[in-house]
Nanobody
Framework: QLQEFGGVLVQAGDSLRLSCTAS????????MAWFRQAPGKEREFVAT????????NYADSVKGRFAISRDNAVNTMYLQMNSLKPEDTAVYYC??????????????????????WGRGTEVTVSS
């Protein structure tokens, strides 16, 4: 089971860190990702991190502003979001799947790859 924390209302330009904790399986066996869904839009990929935490991939829209990380020792994944924009407003979901490799591939940017999902945490960025 995954649970997200940290969504709040912020102003454009602010920073925010989201957390995602896993309670049923050790994080060390999971490849993890963040997705988001803005009002009236489809869910989209944000970032993914490999099982070992040494490889990351980002959507172009957040590259250079967001950073995904993980601490397997405390079973928690993070999303550090800087220079937030109103278009970052969305419900943010963490997702997980049993890792079959130590590297990331294009499939890790697809929601269908992930078997476990959190309920989401809402981030609102005001202009």
């Amino acid at each position: 089971q995954l649970q997200e924390f940290g969504g709040v209302l912020v102003q454009a330009g602010d920073s925010l860190r989201l957390s995602c904790t896993a309670s049923e399986r050790p994080l060390s066996v999971l490849v993890m990702a963040w997705f988001r869904q803005a009002p009236g839009k489809e869910r989209e990929f944000v970032a993914t991190i490999s099982r070992g935490g040494d490889i990351t991939n980002y959507a172009d829209s957040v590259k250079g502003r967001f950073a995904i990380s993980r601490d397997n020792a405390v079973n928690t994944m993070y999303l550090q979001m800087n220079s937030l924009k109103p278009e970052d407003t969305a419900v943010y979901y963490c997702a997980a799947a049993l890792a079959t490799t130590w590297v990331l591939g294009p499939q890790h940017q697809m929601g269908s790859t992930y078997t476990d999902w959190g309920r989401g945490t809402e981030v609102t960025v005001s202009s």
